[in-house]
Structures are given as structure tokens and as C-alpha cells.
């Protein structure tokens, strides 16, 4: 089955900097899309960056274009998420997803907190 492990998280100060990353396994990850959405409290889910594994084409919210950084590493079946210039409105819980538009797969998510 498909499994997403997301590591990395946790607390950071505004204007600090985090790398997310994805360990992936089930599935044929150098033939995939992949990224990461996001979810803060009382709001739904949106797409953070997708990132096609084949071509390495790639997806950014206006809201992190710039600032984030997605990649990702064929061999070792792992995608990343650098995000700088973090600032409190970007907390929230992280997910890395199978798949994009929408997305079929779901890690469990891992929290990002920035400090004001």
C-alpha cells in the first residue's frame, strides 16, 4: 500500500526557515506527482507544491511562491519541501500527497508552527 512519512516539522521563528520531508513507498514515485498541502486551524485544506517526479515540473501556491522550495529525489523515494522566510500565517498541518489535483493519497500530516 501506498505509505507518505513526513518529517522535519515543528517550531520556528517568523523569518525562520524549515525542510519538510516525504519518505514514500507503494507506489512508482519517479512516475508520479507529488507534493504537500497544508491545513490551519478553521480552514480547509489547500495545495502548498506539487512537483511531477518524471519531468520535474512543479506547482507553487502564490501565497509561498518564492519563499518554498519543492524537490525531490528519485532515488531515495523522498520529496522535500524547503520553506523559507516562514511567517506565522503558514502554520499549519502539513501533508504530503500522492498526487495532486486532487490528491489520492494522504500522509498523516505533521505540524508547522511559527512564532510571531
Known amino acids: 500500500e501506498v505509505q507518505l512519512v513526513e518529517s522535519g516539522g515543528g517550531l520556528v521563528q517568523a523569518g525562520g526557515s524549515l525542510r519538510l520531508s516525504c519518505a514514500a513507498s507503494?507506489?512508482?514515485?519517479?512516475?508520479?506527482?507529488v507534493g504537500w498541502f497544508r491545513q490551519a486551524p478553521g480552514k480547509e485544506r489547500e495545495a502548498v507544491s506539487c512537483?511531477?517526479?518524471?519531468?520535474?515540473?512543479?506547482y507553487y501556491a502564490d501565497s509561498v511562491k518564492g519563499r518554498f522550495t519543492i524537490s525531490n529525489d528519485n532515488a531515495k523515494n523522498t520529496v522535500y519541501l524547503l520553506m523559507n522566510s516562514l511567517q506565522p500565517e503558514d502554520t499549519a498541518v502539513y501533508y504530503c500527497v500522492v498526487e495532486c489535483y486532487p490528491p489520492r493519497y494522504w500522509g498523516k500530516g505533521i505540524q508547522v508552527t511559527v512564532a510571531s
Open positions: 512537483i511531477s517526479t518524471r519531468d520535474g515540473s512543479s
Open positions: 507503494g507506489f512508482t514515485f519517479d512516475d508520479s506527482a
